[in-house]
């Protein structure tokens, strides 16, 4: 079992910054590949970014390609979200997720085996 516990979210302006972290405990974290998801009121959850267990090989969304970047610490079982000009179309609740490594396919919730309880992110206008 590996449990997955966000935090970070909050209420910012539009052009604002946030850093989501997404603290894993239990089995070995270095043996998951990481993914942030989100989810918008009425809208289905859809990939934000993902991360190899390595760390050297990431994925973005269109959406945030650019102005995000995730990134993980190993030794301190914690994957991030840096996220810049925010928007206010990223309002959402994000979710961190864990798929075993090298399985591929990041870019879909299938093989994702665990997920966190999700933070809200909300983006004034």
């Known amino acids: 079992q590996v449990q997955l516990v966000e935090s970070g979210g909050g209420l910012v302006q539009a052009g604002g910054s946030l850093r989501l972290s997404c603290a894993a405990s239990?089995?070995?974290?270095?043996?998951?590949?990481m993914g942030w998801f989100r989810q918008a009121p009425g809208k289905e959850r859809e990939f934000v970014a993902a991360i190899s267990w390595t760390g050297v090989n990431t994925y973005y969304a269109d959406s945030v390609k650019g102005r995000s970047t995730i990134s993980r610490d190993n030794a301190k079982n914690t994957v991030f979200l840096q996220m810049n000009n925010l928007k206010p179309e990223d309002t959402a609740v994000y979710y961190c997720?864990?798929?075993?490594?090298?399985?591929?396919?990041?870019?879909?919730?299938?093989?994702?085996?665990?997920w966190g309880q999700g933070t809200q992110v909300t983006v004034s206008s």
């Open positions: 997720a864990a798929r075993p490594a090298n399985t591929g396919g990041y870019y879909t919730q299938t093989g994702y085996t665990y």
């Open positions: 239990g089995r070995t974290f270095s043996s998951y590949a």
